[in-house]
């Protein structure tokens, strides 16, 4: 049983003003007043950043900010009714806080309201000085994952309740993994003990689900687009001077979506690559059968013709055309919804590599690549590489989770399955907005819908879906909260989350929408109303961004998307209302939230 974990607490109290729509862009300037130039805004938000930190050590009986504590910028959001924001994280003695995260809340006049935190305890170790050195906890890391470890770093680990003095050790190529191979090792610098052992990439499949899988026999072969009659493969674009590079409009014939439009690069007169500068540069590129985590070894994609792939296997291209579309599609999705600039909201693209490793049944976000990885399938169970669109909105998510609340599982076993409400709420929100990208992108070839992975070809029909989460037997989801959630593996603890957004979205009971029947059920016959997609996605997104932190849990985030609900609609509002029924819904209220695990 893992060590437990001590719950987030947020406290904000901001601004009320009520406002309609998708406020609140992260990095967006007010809406009132007049246009100003990049200096200025960088000067505001540096002032907003000094003053949120200064706020942090004069409120530390809150914030939970000591003496030898430095915080460090991660994000600044100014919202359009007033409110500011900063998410920090710390160091102590110079040493990284693991679980030291934090969100600064700040009224319009920068006067301090509240602070949403992960550790709710001192993060000063017990002792400074380590008992083991960096090369014996480098060799610990390397034994217990088979890998190489490459240095250890010094720091506190603030996590599960606890302060103690560890070292970080990140290890490649480990044989325990069956993604990249590559895992951050916490190794107590006291005790020797491995603390947390967890993967950098995060897999759209679990290893139980792969067991269970290939259990059972079940062969997964989704249905491939027919390829379309040749030639009918579209334009190269407009050549208006012969300057190059430029951008232009090719097409492509996809495995999951159809013939689709894309932005591409035109390098020189006949050639053309599968990069897009309307979208930050995003690319995608040919991992050639390698585990490389590295975006520029992969080789790239390029044609003489404009047109991309013939919708089979067949073409190694046809995987990087469902893969360019997802990403692109994804970043339009946050963008056109909530403004924001890429999956770190720092105006970069999104990179993908298809045909990842040899025979892997997966795909992944990989923070060290900072781009997608999509394997092949394992020519067994899985016979078609995995770059259905919700799996790439699903994904990328998770970058955007990291590139934000940064939501970890409490424990990782030893066959790589994770655990835990944090990490169960990471996969939450990769559902959540994932099926969005799907309602976002409105594709006939892939309708949208409220379930995830509906095109895998799973005997079940899909892998999950967030209307009546337990209806996946394959990974045994849930759709209340209960005392055991903690414990369970995060995949199947993600159905709280998720079913609590579908009742805020769209209500209790039977519908019909798009052409999929629902049947959502509540905890004590429960009847819920919903307010919408747009208002549901639009909360949550918000507590996301302002609310959430590493260990925010589903209690956690019941607060955080009644703050969300509140800055948005105001606290009478119905939109207010419909958050509280919706987690009531599947069993998390005021009146059960745990007691703090230490």
């Keep these: ?65 000591v003496q030898g504590d430095e915080l460090r910028v991660q994000d600044v959001m100014i919202d359009p009714e007033g409110a500011r924001h900063v998410r920090f994280t710390r160091t102590h003695q110079g040493m990284p806080v693991l679980g030291g995260d934090l969100v600064v809340h700040l009224s319009r006049t920068l006067a301090y309201t509240g602070v949403t935190r992960g550790a709710e305890h001192t993060v000063e170790p017990g002792t400074a000085k380590p008992k083991l050195t960096a090369a014996q906890a480098a060799a610990k890391a390397a034994a217990v994952t088979q890998g190489d470890a490459s240095g250890a770093q010094l720091v506190v680990d603030a996590r599960d309740g606890a302060s103690a003095l560890a070292y970080q050790v990140r290890v490649t190529d480990a044989a325990t993994s069956e993604s990249t191979g590559s895992r951050t090792v916490v190794v107590d610098a006291v005790t020797g003990a491995v603390r947390s052992n967890t993967p950098d990439s995060d897999e759209f499949l679990s290893p139980k689900l792969l067991s269970v899988l290939r259990g059972s026999g079940q062969v997964i072969d989704p249905a491939t687009y027919s390829t379309p009659p040749a030639g009918s493969l579209g334009s190269i674009g407009t050549a208006v001077a012969n300057t190059f590079p430029k951008t232009v409009t090719g097409t492509g014939s996809s495995l999951f979506v159809g013939k689709v439009s894309l932005t591409t690069t035109q390098t020189s007169k006949p050639w053309f690559l599968l990069k897009d500068p309307t979208r930050y540069g995003t690319e995608t590129r040919d991992a050639q059968n390698t585990e490389s985590e590295s975006f520029a070894k992969g080789k790239k994609i390029v044609s003489s013709t404009n047109t991309w792939g013939n919708g089979a296997v067949s073409s190694r291209v046809s995987a990087a055309v469902d893969a360019q579309y997802g990403v692109t599609k994804t970043l339009d999705f946050y963008s056109k919804t909530f403004g924001r600039k890429g999956i770190e909201n720092n105006s970069k693209g999104a990179q993908a590599m298809v045909h990842f490793g040899n025979r892997i049944a997966n795909a992944f976000w990989d923070p060290t690549c900072g781009c997608m990885l999509y394997g092949d399938g394992d020519g067994q169970t899985f016979k078609k590489p995995l770059v259905a669109l919700d799996v790439t909105g699903h994904e990328l998510t998770h970058g955007v989770v990291d590139a934000t609340a940064k939501l970890e599982p409490t424990m990782v076993d030893v066959y790589g399955n994770q655990y835990g409400e944090p990490g169960a709420l990471n996969e939450s929100l990769a559902d959540i907005f994932g099926s969005n990208v799907e309602f976002y992108a409105n594709n006939a070839k892939n309708p949208p819908n409220y379930l995830i992975g509906e095109k895998l070809g799973l005997s079940q029909k899909f892998l999950r879906r967030l209307d009546h989460p337990s209806l996946d037997k394959l990974e045994g989801t849930v759709d209340y909260w209960s005392s055991d959630t903690y414990y369970t593996e995060v995949h199947a603890g993600s159905g709280v989350s998720s079913h609590a957004y579908y009742l805020l979205a769209e209500g209790s009971g039977k519908k019909t929408i798009g052409g999929v029947a629902y049947d959502s059920p509540t905890y004590h016959s429960l009847t819920v109303k919903g307010i919408g997609r747009t208002k549901a996605t639009a909360i949550f997104y918000r507590a996301l961004t302002r609310y959430m932190v590493s260990s925010t849990d589903f209690h956690d985030a019941r607060v955080a998307t009644l703050q969300a609900a509140k800055d948005l609609y105001g606290a009478s509002s119905t939109e207010y209302k419909t958050v509280d029924q919706a987690w009531a819904a599947v069993n998390v209220t005021a009146a059960n939230t745990p007691a703090a695990r230490n």
Aim: hydrophobic share 55%.
């Design 1 to 65: 049983m893992q060590r437990p974990h001590i719950r987030s607490v947020a406290v904000a109290v901001v601004a009320t003003t009520a406002v309609t729509g998708l406020a609140g862009q992260a990095l967006a300037a007010p809406a009132a007043g007049p246009s100003r130039t990049a200096a200025s805004a960088s000067a505001s938000t540096a002032l907003v950043a000094s003053a949120a930190r200064a706020a942090a050590f004069a409120h530390g009986s809150a914030t939970g900010v």
